[in-house]
């Protein structure tokens, strides 16, 4: 019998919160500064004698997000010193928090979150200089979220390798919407380690290891595929003994990890409460139901509302909640048009038709959506046929303009005007000897060859239906 595996994972995301100065000092938080050691001062550079001064409104975006995946705000917190020696970190400690975070628990996209703490960042270290190396220390002391799930036990590694993806895409859009973190993973602005472990016994987690590099969902996804994979293969050889207890690394060009560091023991930073710094008590710092009232609509919600007022396909939903602007555009959109249909058809036109459009050229604007919702109204009021309304959105996707001028200027409306197409339908039988035979000896497919001469003929403007009637009336 085949051994059942079981996947076990656990995420850590650290992410930057968008605030104007740092955590401790007054130095400016800009993720952009490219001169190295400008945003620096004696507290954020551990000068003696400098005292750090928490950032309240850093306090009150880890609260917010606290609030947003319903987890327990803390009344009492804390800071404390966590010790350990590196370059990149001046005081020879790092200001984090250990035994009182903001929040505990709370779920997100299908697992539990177990706490989300605040502390500061490190500087940025560059290794690129051969013999010697530079230190930049804008980023230190810049306020970082930390945020440690729960570890979850899979029955399968697809499933643990897609919802851990999940999670951190979901976790990504929250904090955007919320507007505390940019959350660029590219950028470094949000920092996703993965815990991983696998074991053929559901009582008992086996040695973990944990990912880190990992600059996207997919990478993520991917580096937990091939980190089971790797264990499963050891597992099966008899070797679990040689997964050990280490930091591995995720290396995009061969889609595979590497061994960065084992642990030989877990490290003992020896936390304990900064003494410079006053202990709080969120709930008299900040109103927590004011908090959750102002509160923007987040992505849960919108979901819903989207599927509940659109009755649109959840892809598309998905597009609307990934992209703000797209979603705001459509929203506009389909309150201009108003009919559950029209909606469904300009649902259809944005995500293949305008996003495959966007994909090809990155000088595709959206058009306004009046001019949008017009072209969707002259394609569901059968004005235009959808083979012109494509080509007038490649149109007006460049140049905003009218759709319903577009097409009366290029003649693109649909020849509607019985008179006139049975003009058009008498020339074509008359020119079309052969096949019309065809068609009177009882071959049905020659109509729709003499349909397809009319669309010719009017160059996409005729009404197929309505060519189609009257041909079968004149060849009677
Ligand atoms: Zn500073
Ligand atoms: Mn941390």
Redesign the pocket.
Known sequence: METQYFSAIGL?I?AELKTNSKMFCGCKNDPDEKRPNVNICPVCMAHPGAIPVPNKSAMKKVAEVGLAIGGTIADFTEFDR?NYFYPDIPKGY?I?QYKYPIVSGGELAGMTVTRI?L?EDTGTSKHDRGDYSLVDYNRAGVP?M?LVTDTHVFDSMEEAAKIGSAFGKEYQLLLQYLGVSEANMEKGEMRVEVNISITNDKNKLGTKVEVKNLNSFRSAERAIMYELNRMKDLYEEGRQNEIVQETRGWNEAKQSTYSQRTKESAQDYRYFPDPDIPKFKLTEMFDLEEIKKGMPELPKQKRERFAKDFGIKAEDIESYINDRELGAWFEKIAHILGSAEKVKVASNYITSDFLGLKKNNSEIKMPSAENFAELITLVTDGKVSSRAAKDILAMIVINDASPLSIATEKDLLQKNDEGALKEIASKIISTNEKIVADYKGGKETALMSLVGQIMKETKGSANPAMASKILKELLG
């Open positions: 850590e650290h966590k790092q984090s703490h502390e970082l930390e």
